[in-house]
Structure formats: structure tokens, C-alpha cells
């Protein structure tokens, strides 16, 4: 078993002679406080709990008599907020990239900032302070958004459900494109790209890698404002990934590259791994297949020291791919490892992706054991792969035909017949 974990993929298969190719792509609450026996002093932490607390009970007369007499404590106590929700948004998208059961995901994280946003409405209203407010609620969209998308990609991933994800990745891009204006005002660079590298992956999980590529480009621009380097990073990596999604390798080189340099430089080994990935999956579709095993090779190992989960199974797909081609005599031990690490996974991959992944995999070793001479070994793989679709021989195109598969298929745009 893996080891327990507390968006963006995509999935391609090619041909290249007359070798299947798989590739993959990289792509909290508060309990309720007891009334306080009296009222607190000046120094008193728990004062923003009792707030919350009194809201929540709908008490918003004693809430707002205990606000004014406190004013200066909370106006700091807010202030310290804004950051701890930067800090805690960050955490999640890292647990992101490992897993897709990253404990409670953005719901604990959208909740609390829920929670909040009464009190931050109540200091507003008291102190006449709009831009404390305005401050918060981009960060509580942003949230939001990033929650319903990521809901939407788990009912895609898990029920192929493409009705029910569709309708709330477009609920959060509206939240999204509502939260960009108020950046803008600010003029918070730091969120402006923030908000627009999650923009750009709601569009590419609608399908539209071009939308999706324009918002990653423009958040470029805000994050090279900025003296810190994450976004530089995460927005590079995702541009990169759009084109090789997009089958354009050539463009996406370069920003994956980027990328890469950045995260080696800020300590970000699960980035890092995602980097190297799409510099592998890039020289896949090149076709230059020593340059990806070399690659891919460093992926293993950056993802397997950084506790990539995610990308440490993929790599181990895609260096089998690569081995193929370059007759590496590990190829099928990489592949029958990746088997093995998709088969065993109940915590890191969507449903969707395991099956396609098992799907294509074990008839991709059927054929090696055909060409080996292997009739036997051949013939096993066959009897898993039919084992696999069950009582629906249609099961294989049933899933590949989904729109919520299309998300981890690379294609080009003009095959993406479901697009919005």
C-alpha cells in the first residue's frame, strides 16, 4: 500500500510505428467556542472565535457591541488573517499535486472562509473599512472557485458525471472572473496571478486550452511583478503543460524549463517533479525518445525524494513508453511496476485515469508478449484487460468517448468535439 496522503492531468495515447503510446501529463473548520463566562481582556486570543461563534448563533447585536469594544485588537487580529488563508491555500494545493484525496481538500478551507467573511461584513460596517473587506473577499472567491472546480474534476474523475461537473466548473469561473476585478483594484499582483492560474485551469477542464493559455500568459505578467517566484513557477509549468495537451512540444519546452529552474531554486521538490514530467512528456511527443528516457529517469527520482505520488506513477507509465523505443531492457519492468503502482492505488489517481490507465496498459503488454513470442504471457494480459471491462464489452469506449476523460487526453484542439 501507498503511503497516506492527508490541479491538472491529462491523458494521451498515440502511436509512434506500431507501439501504443500512453502518456500522462501533469496538469479548514472551526469547532463551536462555549459562551465565555466573561468578557475577555484586551490580550484575550480567543476574542475572534467568540465573534465567530456569536455570529454563527445569529447574536449579531452582542457580536457587534463586543467588536466596538475591541477595535483595535481586531483590526490587527484581521489583518494577521489575510496571510494565514495565503498560507493555508498554498498547503492545499500542494497536498494537490500528490494526491486526489488530499485529506479535506479546499471544503474545510472554502468553510472557514465562509465562516469569516460575516465578520470581516460586520468590521466593515462598524469601521467604514472597505479595503480590509475587499482584501478578504478576493481570497474567499479565489477559494471558492478553486473548491468547485476541484469538486467538479472529483465527480468527473469518479461518476463521469460531465453534466453535473460542467455546470459547477462554470459556477466557478464565475467566482473566479468575480474575484479578478477586485485584485485588480487593489492592485494585488500577487493575487491578480494568483487568481488568473486558477482561471486558466477551470477553462482547460471546460476544454478550452486557447482561454486557458490566454489567462496563464496574462497572470504571467502580474507574477513577474512579484518578488517572490512560486507563481512564476506554477504559471511557466502550466502553459507548458497546455501545449503539450495541445500536441505543440516545441512551445512548450521553454516554459517548462522555466519552470523547472524556479522551483530548483525555491526548495519546491513536488513542483519540481512536475517540471521534469513535462519536459519528459514534451520530448515524447518529439519523438526523441533518449532525451525523455534520461528525463524521465530524474523524474523517478525527484518525485520519489519529494513524495510525488502522482507524478512517480505516471513516470513510471511514460519511462516504459520510452524504454520501448529506445530498446532499454528495464522498459517492461517500468511498465509492470506502473501496473502494479495503479492496480494497488485507492488514494492517489480518479477512478477514470486507473481504468484507462489499466486499460491501455495491460494491452499494451499483451502485444510486447506477442511480439516476445510469448503466447501464454500474451493471452494472461488479454484475460485481465477483459476481466477489467466486466459485463460491458463497450467499457473502453464508453470511457474514452466521456467528455471528462477528453481533460486527461492529449488531442489537439480541433478533435475536442464536446467543447462548451
Request: with cysteine; aromatic share 10%.
Amino acid at each position: 500500500m501507498k503511503p497516506s496522503i492527508i490541479s491538472s492531468t491529462r491523458y494521451s495515447v498515440f502511436y509512434v510505428g506500431s507501439t501504443v503510446l500512453v502518456l500522462w501529463i501533469s496538469m479548514f473548520s472551526f469547532l463551536a467556542i462555549p459562551a465565555p463566562a466573561q468578557a475577555p481582556s484586551d490580550s484575550d486570543p480567543a476574542l475572534i472565535y467568540i465573534l465567530l461563534w456569536q455570529l454563527d448563533r445569529g447574536d449579531t447585536a452582542k457580536a457587534e457591541k463586543l467588536l466596538r469594544e475591541n477595535l483595535p485588537q481586531m483590526e490587527k487580529r484581521l489583518e494577521q488573517v489575510l496571510p494565514e488563508i495565503d498560507q493555508d491555500f498554498d498547503i492545499v494545493g500542494r497536498f494537490g499535486a500528490v494526491s486526489i484525496r488530499f485529506g479535506p481538500g479546499y471544503t474545510e478551507l472554502d468553510a472557514k472562509t465562509n465562516r469569516y467573511e460575516k465578520l470581516f461584513s460586520l468590521y466593515r460596517k462598524v469601521t467604514g473599512n472597505d479595503n480590509l473587506y475587499q482584501r478578504f473577499e478576493v481570497r474567499r472567491l479565489r477559494i471558492d472557485g478553486a473548491h468547485l472546480t476541484n469538486e467538479a474534476e472529483n465527480i468527473c474523475g469518479r461518476q463521469m458525471n460531465w453534466d453535473e461537473a460542467r455546470a459547477l466548473y462554470v459556477k466557478a469561473l464565475e467566482n473566479l472572473e468575480a474575484a479578478f476585478p477586485i485584485a485588480q483594484n487593489l492592485k494585488d499582483s500577487r493575487m491578480m496571478a494568483s487568481v488568473k492560474n486558477n482561471i486558466g485551469s477551470t477553462q482547460l477542464r471546460l476544454l478550452n486550452p486557447e482561454k486557458a493559455l490566454e489567462s496563464y500568459m496574462e497572470g504571467i505578467r502580474y507574477a513577474d511583478q512579484l518578488q517572490g517566484d512560486l507563481y512564476k513557477g506554477l504559471l511557466r509549468l502550466n502553459v507548458a503543460n497546455v501545449y503539450v495537451w495541445i500536441g505543440q512540444p516545441d512551445k512548450a519546452i521553454p516554459y517548462a524549463q522555466e519552470a523547472l529552474e524556479i522551483f530548483r531554486k525555491i526548495g519546491r521538490g513536488t513542483w519540481e517533479a512536475n517540471a521534469l514530467m513535462t519536459l519528459g512528456n514534451a520530448y515524447l511527443r518529439q519523438q526523441k525518445f533518449a532525451t525523455a528516457w534520461e528525463t524521465l529517469n530524474l523524474t523517478l527520482q525527484v518525485a520519489q525524494k519529494a513524495g510525488e505520488y502522482r507524478v512517480y506513477g505516471r513516470t513510471l507509465l511514460n519511462l516504459g513508453v520510452a524504454g520501448l523505443q529506445t530498446k532499454m531492457p528495464d522498459s517492461k519492468s517500468y511498465l509492470e511496476q506502473a501496473l502494479k503502482w495503479y492496480q494497488e492505488d485507492d488514494e492517489i489517481y480518479p477512478s477514470i485515469e486507473r481504468e484507462a490507465v489499466l486499460q491501455d496498459g495491460l494491452r499494451l503488454m499483451s502485444q510486447i508478449a506477442q511480439q516476445a513470442g510469448n503466447s501464454a504471457q500474451s493471452e494472461q494480459y488479454t484475460k485481465q484487460y477483459l476481466e477489467l471491462l466486466g459485463a460491458d464489452p463497450n467499457r473502453y469506449q464508453t470511457v474514452r468517448q466521456s467528455p471528462c476523460f477528453a481533460i486527461y487526453m492529449g488531442r489537439p484542439v480541433a478533435e475536442n468535439k464536446t467543447t462548451p
